[in-house]
């Protein structure tokens, strides 16, 4: 008896080790740690229009990658496209910065960036999807993150001076298919909007959004979305927006199609804020060029109309050209009509704006690529701020950048760029000349 007892624990002593270690080089498959360092320079920090302050900014940030798809053998990457077979997944990116400043030390603070993509199938037709980012930082233009949005694309609103801000955007969502491209969706997302300032607010909003896509057939198909947002202010009278769209789509053939829509937005306020409806008819096409190049056009016409004051109107366009190519990446983007900005730092709320964003991005050697960026926008915001005028941004962005593999497990970039704002607002002029050095070790 004795000598079974050892004979197991001299077993269990063997083998434990090697299913430990086959266990862990397992969950270390779907680990990535890396670290960043990253140094700046930054010729007005607070974007002010005569008090101009240069700084330089050293951050380090540790982070981690995780996901249920294994590294790449060759390439040790994570994020492989998953199978048509995988039930659930998840992707996850979290880092935090420990930001230093070389003269303003009492801004020094930690900055947090994380992204969550979660899925899971509870049948064949019916998936439960969660998406999240979570952002700390106190750059005074907020980059936007929003679906929709496109690298380079920033929120109207902007702070008066550097200071920590925290936004959260939680997405759970539930899809059911049924036909090969019908489905009903419905998403519910929590936007929470936290800063440290007495200028700024803090906000929150909580939205539902249900939508069905349904094709009649190959060539005829249509959608309908509807949305509801409750908006929590500090300060501000809180909002009930409602939000409904409609679209008909006749496909010619897989690679085009042509559509019409319809949107309609009311925006209900607490007194004293004036309530508003927007109506936005429009046409538009989509295109594949070839299987890397791919296009949208869409056109038409908006009009606003608040219960107190006069109705703005104005054209609608939106055009989107998009290159994915082996060795360039191109993205071109023109938006114009109005953009709503809300639970944001200035909560500017309806605002005439038009947009273009441009960048290119070429693999120059198998381990370096450039690229180039730019940016024009031109902003009108619909309550005045000074004297009963309308501020009016005119804000230019040009840039370049470049990076380098020099092993596969490190990575260095190099980024420049120019901004500069022509506004009516004499204050709100500004111009910034900044420079980012970056140095990335991954495991």
Same mark, same amino acid.
């Given at each position: 008896?004795?000598?079974?007892?050892?004979l197991?624990?001299?077993?269990?002593?063997?083998?434990?080790?090697? *299913?430990v270690?086959?266990?862990?080089?397992?969950?270390?498959?779907?680990?990535?740690p890396?670290i960043? *360092?990253?140094?700046?320079?930054?010729?007005?920090?607070n974007l002010?229009?005569?008090n101009?302050?240069?700084?330089?900014?050293?951050?380090?940030?540790?982070?981690?990658?995780?996901s249920?798809?294994?590294?790449?053998p060759?390439?040790r990457?994570?994020?492989?496209?998953?199978?048509?077979?995988?039930?659930?997944?998840?992707?996850?990116d979290?880092?935090a910065?420990?930001?230093?400043?070389?003269?303003?030390?009492?801004?020094?603070?930690?900055?947090?960036?994380g992204?969550?993509n979660?899925?899971?199938?509870?049948t064949?037709?019916?998936?439960?999807?969660v998406?999240?980012?979570l952002?700390?930082?106190?750059?005074?233009?907020?980059?936007?993150?929003?679906p929709?949005a496109?690298?380079?694309?920033?929120?109207?609103?902007?702070t008066?001076?550097r200071v920590?801000y *925290?936004?959260?955007?939680?997405?759970?969502?539930?899809?059911?298919?049924?036909?090969?491209?019908?489905?009903?969706?419905?998403?519910?997302t929590?936007?929470?909007?936290?800063?440290q300032?007495n200028?700024?607010?803090?906000?929150?909003?909580?939205?539902?959004?249900?939508?069905?896509?349904?094709?009649f057939?190959?060539?005829?198909?249509?959608?309908?979305?509807y949305?509801?947002?409750l908006?929590?202010?500090?300060r501000?009278?809180?909002?009930?927006?409602h939000?409904?769209?409609g679209r008909y789509?006749?496909?010619?053939?897989p690679?085009?199609? *042509?559509?019409?829509?319809?949107?309609?937005?009311?925006?209900?306020?607490?007194?004293p804020?004036?309530?508003?409806v927007?109506?936005?008819?429009?046409?538009?096409?989509?295109?594949?060029f070839?299987?890397?190049?791919?296009?949208?056009?869409?056109?038409?016409?908006y009009?606003?109309?608040?219960?107190?004051?006069?109705?703005?109107?104005?054209?609608?366009y939106?055009?989107?050209?998009?290159q994915?190519?082996?060795?360039?990446?191109?993205?071109?983007?023109?938006?114009?009509?109005?953009?709503e900005?809300f639970?944001?730092?200035e909560n500017?709320?309806?605002?005439?704006?038009h947009r273009?964003?441009g960048?290119?991005?070429?693999?120059?050697?198998q381990?370096?690529?450039?690229?180039l960026?730019?940016?024009?926008?031109w902003?009108k915001?619909?309550?005045s701020?000074?004297?009963g005028e309308?501020?009016i941004?005119n804000?230019?962005e040009i840039?370049?950048?470049t990076?380098?593999?020099?092993?596969?497990?490190?990575?260095?970039?190099?980024e420049?760029?120019?901004?500069?704002?022509?506004?009516?607002i004499n204050?709100?002029?500004?111009g910034?000349?900044?420079?980012i050095?970056?140095?990335?070790a991954?495991?």
């Amino acid at each position: 008896m004795n000598r079974m007892k050892w004979l197991i624990s001299a077993l269990f002593l063997i083998i434990f080790p090697t *299913i430990v270690h086959a266990w862990s080089e397992d969950i270390l498959s779907h680990f990535q740690p890396y670290i960043t *360092i990253q140094e700046e320079y930054d010729s007005n920090t607070n974007l002010s229009a005569t008090n101009k302050q240069g700084d330089f900014l050293t951050t380090i940030s540790p982070g981690f990658r995780f996901s249920t798809t294994p590294r790449s053998p060759t390439t040790r990457e994570l994020r492989q496209a998953p199978t048509a077979e995988d039930r659930y997944g998840m992707d996850l990116d979290f880092n935090a910065g420990f930001n230093f400043y070389a003269k303003n030390h009492e801004d020094n603070y930690i900055s947090l960036n994380g992204t969550l993509n979660a899925w899971y199938a509870l049948t064949q037709k019916l998936n439960f999807r969660v998406r999240d980012y979570l952002i700390r930082s106190d750059e005074v233009r907020e980059a936007d993150y929003s679906p929709t949005a496109i690298e380079g694309q920033y929120l109207p609103s902007r702070t008066t001076k550097r200071v920590p801000y *925290i936004r959260n955007v939680f997405e759970p969502s539930l899809q059911y298919q049924f036909g090969k491209e019908n489905f009903f969706s419905i998403k519910y997302t929590s936007n929470i909007y936290n800063i440290q300032s007495n200028l700024s607010q803090n906000s929150m909003a909580n939205s539902i959004n249900p939508k069905l896509t349904y094709w009649f057939d190959i060539k005829n198909g249509m959608s309908l979305e509807y949305g509801l947002t409750l908006g929590d202010f500090q300060r501000s009278p809180d909002l009930v927006g409602h939000m409904a769209i409609g679209r008909y789509t006749y496909r010619f053939n897989p690679q085009t199609s *042509i559509f019409g829509e319809y949107t309609q937005l009311l925006r209900d306020f607490d007194p004293p804020s004036v309530d508003y409806v927007v109506y936005r008819p429009s046409i538009g096409i989509e295109h594949a060029f070839s299987p890397t190049l791919s296009g949208r056009l869409q056109v038409g016409y908006y009009w606003a109309d608040p219960e107190k004051g006069f109705t703005t109107g104005g054209p609608f366009y939106d055009i989107l050209v998009t290159q994915r190519a082996q060795k360039t990446t191109y993205t071109l983007s023109l938006q114009g009509g109005y953009t709503e900005d809300f639970f944001t730092a200035e909560n500017r709320g309806f605002t005439q704006s038009h947009r273009a964003i441009g960048r290119i991005t070429y693999q120059l050697l198998q381990k370096m690529s450039v690229g180039l960026f730019g940016s024009y926008e031109w902003d009108k915001y619909a309550v005045s701020v000074i004297g009963g005028e309308k501020q009016i941004n005119n804000i230019w962005e040009i840039g370049g950048n470049t990076s380098y593999e020099l092993f596969k497990w490190l990575k260095l970039s190099l980024e420049v760029n120019y901004t500069k704002n022509f506004s009516n607002i004499n204050s709100a002029d500004y111009g910034d000349y900044r420079g980012i050095f970056k140095v990335t070790a991954t495991y």
